[in-house]
């Protein structure tokens, strides 16, 4: 049950299921930000009249966790670049992003830890 208590449910409205969804935000993900709010990047499936979409979300968030702008872009074969591309490339990105908000996180801490001796 510890895992619960590190995540926080919020909701957006996407204009292109025409509904509301719930999301799950892990609560220290604004550690170690200094820009808000900051895109996450996430997919979700739709079926809209039988036929099964992937949308592409980017939710930008402020430090509260709220979700301040839902966008969503529809993945289409017939796009500039594939689904596939799409997605690797966003994860690419994503990933990066991340392994320097660790870095920051630990050399905060790190910092700290010089100036407290
Ligand atoms: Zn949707």
Known sequence: MAKKDTEIVKHYRCPICN???RVKLSK???KGRTKFP???VILHDSIHDNELKELLTILYIDKNLQIRHAEIQELKDDNLFSKTQ???MTKTLFEENERLRQDVIRL???INKLKQK
Request: proline letters at 7%; hydrophobic letters at 40%.
């Open 19 to 21: 509904s509301t969804h």
């Open 38 to 40: 900051f895109p996450y």
């Open 28 to 30: 220290d993900m604004c």
């Open 108 to 110: 905060t801490d790190a």
């Open 86 to 88: 799409v997605v690797a």
